[in-house]
């Protein structure tokens, strides 16, 4: 890794605010050139265009569709490889490997997202926990790298975080689906016992925001006149394994893998981002 790299890496004490508050927002990595060929990329696999020939594995809104509501396309690396260059990038993972202290990082998978302006209550993401949605995948170590392609602010729906909520368990109460953002976590604060804060993830288009797969997050809608873009690339200790029979089963990476109960996640549908072992992922730094 070059210096130039290096230096967007976590501090200890960031990795320590990591661990005690479940998130971390990371600075701006991206220069504005890249976000440009990003962008371009991100509205050309919304429209159906794979320039690797290959499609994504699931999208929620038809090629041919109005963009009226939240766009959300998972593994959109595999149709475009200056998509899967960027999001892939090693530096993510060694940001990543840092925060989670582990030795190797590999990709869960992607979902590009593409919340429309003016959206309204629709365009919310409900308060929830992502290991609800991932139990298959053991210990619940996994977490997020939010990249955003826009500023993001509270008037476009940024992301909102609550501090801690990644030590509470695995709850029953949360619902990315929920569009009533305060009954949810009035629903939560039953169920825990315990105050429901909230930190708004506001930050500049190429910056990233780091979260736990436990910690509690969602957002509201995009009031401003323009979009708000961006790719939740979901990261996962190396040796994470298959956990057999929970309500996760049903997930897209239990057929990529194939596997029996205990067996990691790994091979070419769960690339390496970085490796302590050999000190590089999938691609060059730079």
């Known amino acids: 890794m070059t210096a130039h790299a290096a230096a967007y890496l976590p501090t200890e004490a960031d990795a320590a605010f990591y661990q005690d508050n479940g998130y971390w927002i990371a600075p701006r990595i991206f220069d504005d050139a890249t976000l440009d060929l990003l962008r371009e990329r991100h ?3 919304i429209r159906g265009e794979y320039r690797t020939g290959r499609a994504p594995w699931s999208r929620n809104i038809e090629p041919d569709a109005p963009v009226d509501r939240l766009v959300k396309i998972d593994n959109s690396h595999w149709s475009d490889a200056a998509i899967a260059r960027h999001i892939l990038s090693p530096v993510i993972g060694r940001m990543a490997a ?16 593409h919340k429309p302006p003016d959206t309204g209550a629709p365009g919310n993401v409900g ?11 053991q210990p619940a170590n996994l977490l997020t ?3 955003a392609l826009d500023d993001v602010t509270d008037e476009n729906g940024c992301m909102q975080v609550v501090p801690g909520s990644h030590t509470w368990g695995l709850l029953d ?5 929920e569009q009533d953002l305060d009954a949810l976590r009035a629903r939560i604060e039953r169920a825990t ?6 930190v708004k993830c506001e930050m500049p288009a190429g910056a990233l925001s780091f979260h736990h797969c436990l910690t509690i997050h969602g957002s509201g809608p995009n009031r401003s006149a323009r979009p ?5 690339i979901h990261l996962m200790p190396g040796g994470t394994k298959y956990c057999a029979g929970t309500p996760a089963d049903a997930h ?3 057929a990529l893998l194939g596997g029996t109960d205990g067996e990691p996640f790994s091979g070419p549908y769960f690339p390496v981002l970085w490796s302590e072992a050999d000190c590089h992922g999938v691609w060059d730094a730079d």
């Open 43 to 45: 509205a050309a696999v």
């Open 98 to 113: 840092k925060l989670a202290r582990t030795r190797t990082v590999r990709l869960w998978h992607d979902q590009l997202l």
């Open 127 to 137: 308060w929830h926990q992502d290991h609800h949605y991932w139990q298959c995948a």
């Open 145 to 147: 790298a939010w990249l």
């Open 173 to 177: 109460a949360s619902d990315f689906f």
């Open 193 to 198: 016992g315990r105050e429901f804060r909230t």
């Open 228 to 232: 708000r873009r961006s790719w939740a």
């Open 252 to 254: 897209m990476n239990v």
